[in-house]
């Protein structure tokens, strides 16, 4: 059922121009690489934030207000980007095991901003400030840099398979 | 030449020898690129006056180019390998030259900033003309490295 999904989804006219023309694969590519290269490096200042690794002296709350916006503007454009790839290739790239656990890591990331949002986040106040942040917060910082590295070696993986 | 003698070293066959070697560089080639994208657009940001106003030039000039430098660095040594593996591929390339070509300008920019930066006159060029046309250029020249470093795969010079 899923394979009937997807190979009607590759037959889209817009699937279709994407996989047939010269250079619109590989420019919605090349914004993928530059969207994840900031979702990773923007995500991975607050990780490492969180982790007590770097910038100490700043509080969390800082640094999450001044990197979020860029990491979420970017996941958007890398999805999308992701997207136009996808549709044009459905059935391969769903066959694909790494893609399948690229998706599975990102998902991964989300639970675990999620959860530590709705958890560790809430107190943030009482540990805006330490350098070092209690271990829910450095565990979640450091799941979350684990996940992302995951992501963009799965990504690399998905085109070599 | 240079290309054919490259690709006869053992290290060059070492990497074609194990499928993994080439994509697992890259990997870490682009997790490297995360951490410069990352670092370079706070501080050309901030550079352009554009936002990190409330961080001083000089902090902001301490706290990120070292890790900057540091994952050229990596990148420098993964793309080294990059090019060792499949010499002909970048070599023969125009667009690795224009990569790399971009890559010296946005490098010294940033350096002369940074000095700039920390040195007697950071004060006066904060924020000043100077500054924010370097962020300017810095930005678009890391972009281009970065189309660049994609479109290589799809100019085949074999």
Redesign the interface.
């Known amino acids: 059922m899923m394979t009937e999904l997807f190979s009607s989804i590759q037959a889209w006219p817009i699937s279709q121009a994407i996989a047939e023309h010269p250079w619109y694969f590989p420019a919605a590519e090349v914004v993928h690489v530059m969207a994840i290269a900031l979702v990773v490096g923007s995500i991975s200042l607050l990780d490492l934030r969180l982790v007590g690794l770097r910038a100490r002296d700043i509080a969390v709350t800082r640094i999450a207000r001044d990197v979020l916006n860029w990491t979420w503007v970017a996941f958007a454009v890398a999805v999308v980007t992701g997207l136009l790839m996808f549709i044009s290739s459905a059935e391969t790239y769903w066959e694909n095991p790494f893609f399948r656990i690229k998706m599975v890591l990102i998902a991964l990331a989300g639970l675990n901003m999620l959860l530590f949002h709705l958890g560790m986040f809430r107190s943030v106040h009482l540990w805006d400030d330490a350098a070092s942040p209690p271990y829910g917060a450095r565990i979640a910082g450091g799941l979350s840099l684990l996940f992302w590295i995951g992501v963009v070696t799965c990504g690399r993986w998905i085109g070599f398979v | 030449m240079l290309v054919k003698w490259l690709e006869e070293t053992s290290l060059a066959s070492a990497m074609q020898s194990h499928e993994w070697a080439v994509?697992a560089v890259?990997?870490i080639h682009?997790?490297g690129?995360?951490?410069?994208?990352?670092?370079m657009?706070?501080y050309d940001l901030r550079l352009l006056g554009v936002?990190?106003r409330h961080y001083g030039l000089g902090a902001m000039t301490k706290?990120f180019l070292p890790p900057l430098w540091i994952a050229l660095g990596v990148m420098l040594a993964t793309g080294a390998l990059l090019i060792v593996a499949e010499p002909a591929r970048e070599l023969l390339n125009p667009l690795f030259w224009t990569k790399m070509s971009l890559l010296l300008i946005a490098s010294l920019l940033t350096y002369g900033a940074g000095r700039t930066s920390l040195g007697a006159r950071g004060q006066s060029f904060d924020l000043s003309i100077m500054a924010r046309t370097i962020g300017l250029v810095c930005l678009g020249c890391w972009?281009g490295i970065?189309?660049c470093?994609?479109?290589i795969?799809?100019f085949d010079v074999m």
């Open positions: 994509p890259q990997s682009i997790l690129l995360a951490i410069i994208f990352a670092s657009l706070m936002s990190g706290r972009l970065v189309f470093g994609r479109w795969a799809y």
